[in-house]
């Protein structure tokens, strides 16, 4: 018989697990750079941030003049104002607490984590699919909506199997129980 332990790690079990803990770990690592992100928006000025950038694809902009990336992070950085800064690294911070939290929650089989994950993902999913279709449509805002629509498929459909696991665990304790 095999009880689901509180910090126990995530076992793997099917090929759909495997998928699963390569989802949350990339939301693992998009959760930390935001969160490194955020710190930088909230305790750098808009002069640190635009000299960091511009010293982070100046060796780009020397080989490619136009390349879009290193030109979008300058024309970006170029007119931050503080409320926006500030705007940003708290939407940041809190965008990265959020996914640490239930990443590190589903992988040490912390129950709770599932709904959390599910609510608080789900609703900045729901603040992402608004964003694409009435404040700007870019193809990688409708790519990282679609990614974390199947993350919120994959952690539903988990935390049933796993709820559902607990439960008939829970009962076959409880007949061992009464059978003594």
């Not at 024309?75 to 705007?87: G, L």
């Not at 708290?90 to 609510?119: C, D, E, M, Q």
Request: aromatic share 14%; hydrophobic share 50%; charged share 20%.
């Amino acid at each position: 018989m095999e009880f689901i332990r509180k910090n126990e790690l995530f076992k793997v079990s099917q090929p759909l697990d495997v998928v699963f803990i390569f989802s949350l770990v990339i939301k693992g690592i998009d959760g930390l750079v935001e969160l490194v992100g955020g710190l930088m928006l909230f305790f750098f000025s808009q002069p640190q941030i635009q000299h960091l950038v511009m010293h982070m694809t100046h060796r780009e902009l020397i080989e490619d003049p136009h390349d879009l990336i290193s030109n979008l992070l300058i024309k970006s950085t170029a007119n931050f104002t503080d409320s926006v800064r500030y705007f940003l690294a708290v939407y940041l911070l809190v965008h990265a607490a959020v996914k640490l939290i239930s990443v590190v929650g589903i992988i040490t089989n912390r129950l709770w984590a599932y709904p959390f994950a599910l609510i608080t993902l789900g609703l900045l999913t729901l603040y992402q699919i608004y964003h694409v279709f009435f404040v700007n449509a870019s193809l990688f805002m409708i790519a990282l909506t679609i990614f974390d629509i199947f993350i919120l498929w994959m952690i539903a459909y988990e935390y049933k199997h796993r709820r559902k696991r607990l439960l008939a665990l829970r009962e076959e304790r409880e007949e061992s129980q009464g059978d003594d």
